[in-house]
């Protein structure tokens, strides 16, 4: 019990610590770097969301970016003032409820996470009694339709032109408020019952149900808890680049996540976290590679999209040299932590 | 009360008919035992009876209760527990979460109280966690409690299947091939742990098996199918005198020899 005790007083000063830092770099830091920091938080709760579904349940699924529009959506048609709403709706007007309504920037994303859940079910309890690609070609489709849609949907979406000029309510705060949220939800799930349930359907689903696990049942709560982060995710990103139209959610965006959720480690919350880290420092390093370079002496015009070219090649690199992801099915606990030093300390004073 | 009852099960898949007319009543305590040529619906009828596949005909009662248009899982919590004929670990889960998992179906505690870890949940986990400790005690495999399941020996995954179709609680387990490739040391310890836990947890056992030793030392009553149609029951001594039975075993003309 006492252990116990010492655990969770040493995530509380850890979170303290979190928070100390969080509350300097806002202030303090530049705004270029606070967005990093943003960026890298959303990063960390769509992967961590995306390995819920992909790493510990095991169905691979695609439409992420699905989620995360509908999150974006609903959460900024919530939290957009009516004047700036009538701003952007100037080709066809945002139909009645919508143009009136203002809530709070926190409900407004909790209720996007909410409707992407709900969409969750609805897609996923018909289509996850599929099973490996199937569900994968299933779940991209349903990520493309979610984009098309929101193109076509011109009086509420306002269709292709997007919605601009976004209030910029995300801040240190939220995004790593919301990250510190997502990943103690989900391990906490991950560490419960029903999180060993979730990686029994992974390792064999036949087995799982003889033993008596609900398949369309667990299945169908890790997609919906997977979409309502990717919704929550989606709301806080919109709100961070303050401009959205449907083809921010293309099927680049859901790649992006799972290049983290794979390089990071499938099954692993810490390898996430690190990837999620990394991918988002990286975005914004590389752009170099992008921009005209004088390459002795020759001049090379600027080449869009090389970032990815270099993502891929990484990615390649993981896969052939760390086959299951950076951290492979591992986490990082301060119980190992703490361990891992103390044996440490033995070796040198037995060395001594 | 009959544990288990079928009345005559079929199956078809396509123009095959796998099983047909499969009739069993199986009484509390029993150990019943189902041989058969390769391919004659042992693992069918099976999978019939724990509701993987939907009978094409026919009904199954456990302690009389239809379940035969019931769902695998509830099958399993209204009390029937298996294994399977080549080992289906969770292997990269940990010894004691395999075991684990078989506890979920009976977790009282609601999804956000899990995730949460409200006092009640801890509390409830905490005991399966101690039930599960206590199971894996009981087949010897409590050293091994934290080892990635998929890196034990061949023969204490056999043992860990069968706990882990324990820690469902079943009243009726059905074992697939239990012994398949054991050595004969191990066969041996197989035999007199499947009595051990009969006793200890009053099951009732249907096991099928290809080791003649392992069905005549330890059935008392023995079903025989060949191409899906029950052609011998009975006492393991008529069945192995069972003309019928010769001739499904060696061919036809086993008599010549």
Same mark, same amino acid.
């Given at each position: 019990m006492k252990k116990k005790n010492l655990y969770s007083l040493l995530n509380i000063i850890l979170i303290l610590i979190v928070a100390i830092f969080i509350n300097i770099a806002q202030k303090r830091f530049d705004p270029y770097i606070i967005r990093i920091l943003n960026l890298c938080a959303i990063y960390v709760i769509l992967g961590v969301s995306l390995n819920l579904i992909n790493?510990?349940?095991?169905?691979?699924?695609?439409?992420h970016a699905g989620f995360m529009a509908i999150g974006a959506y609903v959460s900024a048609l919530l939290y957009m003032s009516p004047e700036l709403k009538e701003m952007n709706y100037f080709i066809t007007p945002l139909i009645?409820?919508?143009?009136v309504i203002q809530i709070p920037f926190f409900i407004s994303v909790i209720v996007g996470g909410i409707i992407a859940a709900l969409v969750g079910f609805l897609v996923g309890a018909p289509c996850l009694r599929l099973k490996g690609d199937y569900l994968a070609i299933v779940t991209f489709g349903f990520s493309e339709i979610i984009r098309i849609i929101f193109n076509n949907l011109q009086s509420i979406t306002?269709?292709?032109?997007g919605l601009k000029?976004?209030?910029?309510?995300?801040?240190l705060w939220w995004s790593w408020g919301g990250a510190i949220f997502t990943i103690f939800f989900i391990s906490n799930l991950i560490n419960s019952s029903y999180g060993r349930a979730l990686k029994s359907i992974r390792e064999d689903e036949a087995a799982a149900e003889a033993m008596g696990v609900n398949l369309f049942y667990h299945k169908v709560l890790s997609f919906v808890v997977g979409a309502f982060f990717a919704g929550i995710g989606g709301a806080l990103l919109g709100s961070l680049v303050m401009t959205i139209d449907p083809?921010?959610?293309?099927a680049s965006m859901t790649f992006q996540i799972i290049v983290i959720v794979i390089v990071g480690g499938l099954g692993s919350i810490t390898g996430t976290v690190i990837a999620a880290t990394i991918f988002a420092i990286l975005m914004e390093f590389l752009r170099v590679v992008e921009s005209p370079m004088n390459f002795f002496g020759t001049k090379l015009p600027a080449i869009p999209g090389m970032r990815m070219l270099v993502f891929s090649t990484i990615l390649m690199v993981v896969i052939l040299f760390f086959k299951r992801g950076l951290m492979g099915g591992k986490e990082f606990s301060l119980k190992q932590f703490i361990k891992f030093f103390s044996r440490n300390n033995r070796v040198i004073k037995e060395g001594s | 009360m009959s544990v288990l009852k079928s009345d005559h099960l079929t199956i078809k898949f396509g123009g095959l008919t796998?099983?047909?007319?499969f009739c069993v009543t199986v009484e509390e305590g029993e150990l019943v035992g189902l041989i058969g040529p390769n391919g004659a619906g042992k693992t069918t009828t099976f999978n019939m009876l724990t509701g993987v596949y939907k009978p094409t005909n026919g009904k199954i009662y456990l302690y009389e209760q239809?379940?035969?248009?019931?769902r695998v899982d509830q099958i399993t919590a209204l009390g029937i527990g298996r294994t399977f004929q080549n080992v289906r670990l969770f292997?990269?889960?940990?010894v004691i979460d395999n075991v684990m998992v078989g506890s979920h179906l009976r977790l009282k505690s609601s999804f956000f109280q899990a995730v949460f870890h409200t006092p009640r949940y801890t509390k409830e986990d905490k005991q399966i966690r101690e039930e599960a400790k206590q199971l894996l005690s009981e087949v010897r495999l409590d050293k091994f409690?934290?080892?990635? $399941? #998929?890196?034990?020996p061949y023969g204490e995954q056999r043992r860990l299947e069968i706990a882990r179709a324990l820690a469902t609680k079943p009243k009726l387990l059905l074992l697939d091939e239990?012994? $398949? #490739?054991?050595?004969p040391q191990e066969t041996k310890d197989l035999m007199s742990f499947i009595l051990k836990i009969q006793e200890k947890f009053k099951l009732t056992i249907v096991l099928i098996e290809h080791d003649m030793k392992v069905v005549m030392g330890i059935c008392k009553r023995i079903l025989v199918l060949d191409y899906g149609v029950t052609i011998a029951e009975g006492k393991p001594l008529e069945i192995q005198h069972n003309p019928e039975v010769i001739k499904a075993y060696l061919g036809a003309e086993a008599n010549y020899a």
């Open positions: 790493g510990f349940t095991g169905q691979f699924s695609l439409g009645w409820p919508f143009s306002n269709g292709p032109i000029g976004l209030p910029a309510f995300t801040n083809n921010t959610f293309s | 796998a099983v047909s007319n239809d379940i035969t248009r019931k292997s990269e889960l940990s409690k934290n080892k990635v $399941a #998929g890196s034990l239990p012994a $398949a #490739g054991m050595n």
